[in-house]
């Protein structure tokens, strides 16, 4: 059954994304106090990234509005997990992200989707931390999400199995890791990252492919499956790291789509952060 209901992996029609706001620069939360953001440059990236969504690849993009209290609300993909036609408001693991959730549930909402809040003041879950494969939920318990939070995620999508994996030394699971195809996993080299991935393996009952990147960075891309292009993947750009790019240069089948990351990278941002991928099939 899990076969056939991920046969539409990578399937999208619409893209959230959240404007940056200018606190961001100064004020969004980073493992490494002494990056200086360049918010010009930022806002370039971001709308460099913004275009390819909705110009090159045709998605519905969604663009809610900054909110200047909320530095790091461009993050949209924390506060949100979508999955088929459910969406989890996540409970984000740093307080002073709290706030983000409630654009994100507005917008979805409209979007018809049915909403799961996750309420429980002892769950935290980031949806940095949540890799879906098609087949399975992997949930990385980092200082950002807890146990809890990975029991509210299995609870709301019960169609698929839930593993935990623990994360040390990253801020999220995804840090490190992404889906780069069906079946693909994209996975740094760090110990970090074939732990977490050792793990993986023990805990599914599927075999995967592995990508395996020489940059933990750049094992975070954004894989989809659009009509009329195929198999098309979102990655690190080879100005940022040559040696990645160099290994997605592999993947024939694919179109490739480098995009620009470098500042919000400084602020732990990786490029799935951005945008929040949903399938909406057209009303006949």
């Not at 991920?6 to 990056?35: E, K, Y």
């Not at 663009?63 to 088929?84: I, K, N, Q, R, T």
């Not at 429980?120 to 890799?131: K, N, P, W």
């Not at 160099?246 to 732990?268: D, Q, T």
């Amino acid at each position: 059954m899990a076969a056939q209901m991920s046969s539409g992996f990578g399937s999208f029609s619409h893209a959230v994304v959240r404007d940056l706001p200018a606190s961001f620069a100064a004020s969004a939360l980073r493992s490494d106090a002494g990056q200086q953001v360049d918010a010009v440059r930022a806002q370039r990236e971001h709308d460099h990234c913004v275009d390819v969504l909705r110009n090159r690849l045709g998605f519905e993009v969604i663009e809610l509005p900054a909110d200047e209290s909320l530095p790091d609300c461009v993050f949209v993909e924390d506060a949100a997990v979508v999955c088929g036609d459910t969406a989890l408001i996540t409970r984000p693991g740093a307080e002073s992200r709290r706030g983000e959730t409630c654009a994100m549930k507005n917008a979805l909402k409209e979007l018809g989707l049915n909403i799961v809040e996750m309420t429980d003041e002892s769950a935290t879950l980031d949806g940095g931390d949540v890799l879906f494969t098609g087949q399975e939920f992997f949930v990385g318990l980092s200082e950002r999400t807890n146990q809890r939070g990975a029991e509210i995620l299995a609870d709301t999508f019960k169609d698929y199995a839930v593993s935990t994996v623990p994360v040390k030394g990253s801020l999220h699971l995804k840090s490190f890791c992404s889906m780069a195809g069906p079946g693909l996993i994209a996975i740094g080299s760090s110990e970090t990252a074939q732990k977490a991935l050792k793990t993986m393996e023990q805990m599914s009952d599927h075999k995967y492919d592995k990508l395996t990147l020489p940059d933990d960075v750049a094992a975070n891309c954004v894989y989809m499956n659009l009509p009329g292009k195929g198999h098309v993947l979102l990655h690190c750009t080879p100005e940022e790291f040559p040696e990645s790019a160099k290994v997605f240069e592999k993947l024939k089948e694919h179109m490739l789509i480098p995009i620009p990351n470098v500042e919000k990278s400084k602020v732990n941002g990786a490029l799935t952060c951005s945008v929040v991928l949903i399938n909406k099939p057209a009303k006949i």
